[in-house]
């Protein structure tokens, strides 16, 4: 088990290679093993090209080797046709008569379908190696999968006793900073990793924010702003068009080029609605950058997986309350006086 469970951290450390490029599918790796000797290796580079399982077949320089190999694979093969066909289909074909899978698919509907095909082909089939670190590997294919609803971050930046601004009435007024030129690319960096990026109307207004990838390398997600009576100015950098903006609001209102207008009823629960939406738009991971109501908003209802919160060594005395986080503290580290905690839900 202890060489299976090297094989697959391989394949785990090869699927992080995909990281910002392949939602909404998730990251998988692959890896060929002949004799104790690695001959192929493979990464779901980006969404709609091909699978971990195929390029790693693909590196294979001698594929009569494949016929007394075993392809070690962080998920599950897949056993329909999407954008490619299904791997576990390609693996028989090729003649590899062995297959060690980190997880199944989530999704229920076709969880152990994949390892189902391989079986019935006579393929030897291990599964559950290094099983939680696969899992863990896309937290936001399985939340999307199995709870229907994108994968939450919570994030926030706090002064020392506990405030995330000074209280502010109009635009004219700066925000306290809080955050360090490190900790604000670290932000940069977790935004370019999720496919969508959510505010609210009173943090839209006075802060007048991009949410786009600046000071990191990578795509900016979707931006998506509560603007219940449609307050934000036609200026305001959100309504710009530069990256595709949903406005979730009460009244109706004519979409423009990258700026969708999606009217809900704010008589009902509002965040499952927005994450409905988002679902049927697989956007299956969500940021949540404020403000202080919205982020409570979202912990008052159970409605998050992650918070990163960031405490500033700066005292501010008074301001706006930052919110208490009911969860697990799962992770902290000091960077240039900054606390970076990161807290998970208990379920």
Sequence with gaps: MI???????????????????????????????????????????????AHAEVNAVASVRDEALLRDSTIYVSLEPCSHYGKTPPCAELIIKKGIPRVVVGTLDPFPEVSGRGVRMLREAGIEVVTGVLEEEARA???????????????IYLKWAQSADGFLDVRR???SEPPV?????????????????????????????LDNPSLTVRHWAGRSPVRVVLDRMLKLPADAHLL????????FTALE??????????????????????LHYLA???????????????????????????????????????????????????ATEQRDGHLLARWRQEI
């Design 3 to 49: 060489v299976e469970e090297k094989y697959m951290a391989r394949c785990i450390e090869l699927a992080r290679g995909g990281a910002g490029h392949t939602a909404p599918n998730p990251m998988v790796g692959a890896v060929i093993v002949h004799n104790g000797k690695i001959i192929g290796e493979g990464f779901h580079r980006k969404c709609g090209e």
């Design 137 to 151: 590997l896309n937290p936001a294919f399985m939340t999307f999968q199995m709870r229907k609803r994108p994968y």
């Design 169 to 171: 009435e109009d635009a």
């Design 177 to 205: 900073r809080l955050s360090s030129a490190e900790t604000f690319r670290r932000v940069h960096r977790l935004r370019s990793e999720v496919a969508a990026i959510l505010v609210g109307t009173r943090t839209a207004l």
């Design 240 to 247: 710009d068009g530069t990256v595709r903006t949903l406005v």
């Design 253 to 274: 209102a004519e979409s423009r080029p990258n700026v969708e207008y999606v009217r809900i009823d704010f008589g009902q629960e509002v965040l499952p609605q927005v």
């Design 280 to 330: 049927g738009q697989q956007l299956n991971s969500l940021m949540v950058e404020g403000g202080a109501r919205l982020l409570a908003g979202f912990l008052d209802a159970g409605l998050w997986d992650e918070a990163w919160v960031e405490t500033a060594p700066v005292v501010l005395g008074a301001g706006v309350k930052a919110p208490a986080v009911p969860g697990v503290l799962v």
